[in-house]
Nanobody
Framework: VQLQASGGGLVQAGGSLRLSCAAS????????AGWFRQAPGKEREFVAS????????YYADSMKGRFTISRDNAKNTVYLQMNSLKPEDTAVYYC???????????????WGQGTQVTVSS
């Protein structure tokens, strides 16, 4: 499956952004999906993941209550709604797909190209 992330940009602290990840090439409902992020000088970290049906979601502790992952299998798209953004959320955000909704990079075999999110203070 091929993944294309979009929706990043520059936002002030406290603002919101919605990232999208469009999938092509295979039936998207056959894949769980996830979002990861990588800040400058840091390792890539888990943000959130969602099961194939969308019925189960997982979040990193620091994102709980602020970020929401969802998907629309009819549109072959997974979303990441980000609210109450903080400067420390600044990073390149990557979407990924796999056969199950993991929480580790190693759990995901297909990756999109990333979209930059910058939160100004």
């Amino acid at each position: 499956v091929q993944l294309q992330a979009s929706g990043g940009g520059l936002v002030q602290a406290g603002g919101s952004l919605r990232l999208s990840c469009a999938a092509s090439g295979r039936t998207f409902s056959s894949y769980a999906a996830g979002w990861f992020r990588q800040a400058p000088g840091k390792e890539r970290e888990f943000v959130a993941s969602i099961s194939k049906s969308g019925g189960t979601t997982y979040y990193a502790d620091s994102m709980k209550g602020r970020f929401t992952i969802s998907r629309d299998n009819a549109k072959n798209t997974v979303y990441l709604q980000m609210n109450s953004l903080k400067p420390e959320d600044t990073a390149v955000y990557y979407c990924a797909a796999n056969s199950f909704a993991g929480t580790s990079e190693a759990d995901f075999g297909s990756w999109g190209q990333g979209t930059q999110v910058t939160v100004s203070s």
